[in-house]
């Protein structure tokens, strides 16, 4: 889909290959298969693996996935409380930037609030599909989007909420070249404040420019905070092609 998109993927200063993409996506379908204690022989194709592993994920309901999980879960929330305590409120950032063209940054940036906030089985099946390591993402209510996934390389899921058009304590600078915006914090089920989101679009000559930024607790290693680079470059290339492919196929 990059290639075809002309997508151009850059985490810091470099530019990312499908085929670093791929072998990233390819280790984190191994640790999705072991988490959901199922077996399916990884091969080199990612749509296929993506289609595999998202029909195992669309046949649990909310409460079975949760429950299948809740030892990592109730593990992950522990661990990451006490990153918080001692990070003391500094953050780390986790940046990725993606420049695409044929579409808009108005465009883009409406997609993803319908897929963020509208609940539909399509939406659910999208965003299961955008990484390997999406077991839930559910909106609730209004602004509130509920996600179990793994972050960076870490070895267990992790349970938050974020609260998008809250910007309490965000420490990543709004940069107003950057038309659009989507923004929020993050906390845990106990209500620990554990980062934010700032990713920010900007219209191009023949399409758009996103920076995403993704704040953790200063406490987390760098390895997790340079593997979540890959992790938002999968999720949101995954997503913008498919935002693309609505529009071109209207």
């Keep these: 889909m990059m290639e075809e998109y002309n997508m151009k993927i850059i985490i810091d200063g470099k530019s990312i290959s499908k085929q670093e993409l ?57 661990i990451m409380k006490l990153a918080c305590t001692i990070s003391r409120g500094k953050r780390k950032f986790s940046i990725t930037e993606i420049e695409m063209s044929g579409i808009s940054a108005k465009e883009i940036i409406d997609g ?16 299961l599909s955008a990484c390997p390591e999406h077991y839930v993402l559910r909106p609730l209510g209004k602004n509130t989007l509920e996600v179990i996934e793994t972050t960076g390389n870490s070895p267990l899921p992790v349970q938050f909420f974020i609260e998008y058009n809250n910007e309490t304590g965000i420490q990543t600078a709004r940069d107003c070249s950057y038309e659009y915006q989507s923004t929020g914090i993050a906390r ?19 399409g758009f420019k996103a920076r995403l930024v993704v704040e953790f607790p200063s406490i987390c290693p760098n390895s997790l905070i340079k593997s979540h680079q890959m992790h938002l470059a999968c999720e949101f290339s995954y997503w913008f092609s498919y935002i693309k492919d609505l529009i071109v196929n209207k």
Excluded: C, P
């Design 22 to 78: 791929d072998q990233w996506k390819k280790k984190s379908y191994s640790k999705a298969i072991r988490t959901l204690k199922k077996r399916i022989v990884i091969i080199d194709d990612m749509d296929v693996m993506a289609r595999k592993v998202t029909e195992i994920k669309m046949q649990y309901s909310y409460n079975e996935i949760v429950e299948l999980l809740k030892n990592k879960l109730w593990f992950s929330e522990k």
């Design 112 to 127: 993803i609030d319908t897929l963020m906030l509208k609940k539909s089985r399509k939406n659910d099946e999208v965003n």
């Design 188 to 206: 845990l089920k106990n209500g620990t404040l554990l980062g934010g989101v700032r990713h920010q679009f900007k219209e191009t000559k023949d």
